[in-house]
């Protein structure tokens, strides 16, 4: 973090109260930090609704012994590895697997992937985290 920077604002009684409670529920330690999360994580928003970069995580789980399912899991991941990082592959039990996928490209390709897995007949859930990229 660069420079730190005060600055002052005001908020009706009822709003900080309510805003103390729930960063205290979250174990926050002060004000600033979980101020400073919200700004990060608007900015996120910001950056996925206009295309910018990101990076995150695609985690899914799926029966592996859906026909096809695997050959066209790893089809569209080939489609898409520019943006693809690394994939982790994971045994549940005989017939479950987790995938987590890792990666970081325009927000409109990593939400492409992430459909193009999801709405695949055996994926039982599919769940995908981003973060800004830089």
Not at 50 to 65: F, L
Request: hydrophobic content about 40%; glycine content about 8%; overall charge negative.
């Amino acid at each position: 973090m660069g420079d730190l920077y005060r600055f002052g604002i005001s908020l009706d009684r009822e709003l900080i109260d309510a805003f103390d409670l729930h960063i205290g529920a979250q174990g926050y330690r002060s004000r600033s930090e979980a101020l400073r999360d919200l700004i990060r994580e608007e900015l996120v928003r910001k950056k996925w609704t206009e295309g910018g970069s990101v990076a995150g995580a695609i985690v899914m789980t799926y029966d592996h012994h859906k026909r096809e399912l695997v050959n066209r899991l790893l089809d569209i991941q080939h489609d898409f590895h520019d943006i693809i990082i690394s994939t982790q592959h994971v045994h549940l039990d005989h017939g479950n697997c987790l995938e987590v996928i890792a990666v970081k490209g325009p927000a409109p390709s990593v939400e492409e992937l992430s459909t193009a897995l999801k709405v695949l007949v055996g994926v039982k859930h599919l769940n995908l985290s981003v973060s800004a990229a830089e």
